[in-house]
């Protein structure tokens, strides 16, 4: 995967630019500023104009920092889910202005055709259930992290109320990852979302990107907060963010 550096006048001169950008599918892209739940939840501002722009082109990928720990940060995966996706636009400008070890790949919209018609699914498959399947946008994302090797991958997600699992959690698994599970009660310990542990990744469920990265010996989890399905509940951008702030402390960061 090439990463292009971003040139200075996409975004505004007085942040710290040190961006550079890929795709994982340029098959994806659309305008998420018409999904009108994501378009009332946002201030547009250089940082957020530059990321709705990127994902006009498919399914873009952001690399901040150059040396440390590797790590993967996706939401929208379920188009549906937004409040993740935002919070990835708050996380987006934070790390444009944050000095930190490491190297952060944030991909803020994972199939951004899908978030703007506010749909569970892309080209009618469930990407939580396809990160095994050779094509799949998931699936990519998955070969991404095993050729950058990556050291950890978080994936951001909401759940309505009786749903599965219905509460804001974060998924592990303690086998073959056992970081997977530390990882986890490290986010719960810092900001209190119920840990959902697996004894095995892969099982009861399969094709999330948790499952696969954990079956492939990378250390993975996966967020939920409490929010309606195709709507915003008050509140759950700021507790997905705090998720992700939280993932990104544990590797010091």
Avoid at 184 to 207: L, R, W
Wanted: proline letters at 4%; a neutral charge.
């Amino acid at each position: 995967m090439k990463f292009e550096k971003v040139l200075d006048s996409e975004i505004q001169d007085n942040y710290n630019n040190n961006i550079k950008l890929s795709y994982v599918s340029k098959e994806s892209g659309a305008y998420v500023f018409k999904n009108k739940f994501i378009s009332s939840s946002i201030s547009l501002s250089p940082s957020t104009n530059f990321v709705l722009n990127k994902a006009l082109y498919g399914t873009p990928i952001f690399k901040f920092g150059n040396n440390g720990d590797k790590l993967i940060l996706v939401s929208g995966v379920h188009g549906n889910e937004l409040s993740s996706q935002v919070a990835s636009l708050f996380l987006f400008e934070h790390l444009l202005n944050l000095d930190f070890d490491g190297v952060i790949y944030l991909i803020p919209f994972a199939a951004p055709l899908a978030t703007m018609n506010n749909s569970r699914r892309y080209n009618s498959k469930d990407l939580n259930r396809s990160a095994f399947i050779e094509g799949s946008i998931t699936n990519e994302i998955i070969k991404i992290a095993e050729n950058l090797k990556v050291d950890a991958v978080a994936d951001f997600h909401t759940t309505a109320l009786n749903s599965n699992p219905g509460r804001e959690s974060i998924f592990c698994s303690e086998n073959p990852t056992k970081e997977s599970l530390t990882i986890a009660n490290h986010i719960n310990n810092d900001v209190g979302s119920v840990v959902i542990n697996f004894d095995k990744a892969g099982f009861p469920y399969k094709g999330a990107i948790e499952d696969e990265s954990n079956l492939k010996g990378i250390p993975s989890i996966t967020c939920e907060v409490l929010s309606p399905f195709g709507s915003i509940k008050k509140g759950s951008i700021e507790r997905s963010y705090l998720q992700m702030k939280s993932f990104l402390s544990y590797f010091n960061i």
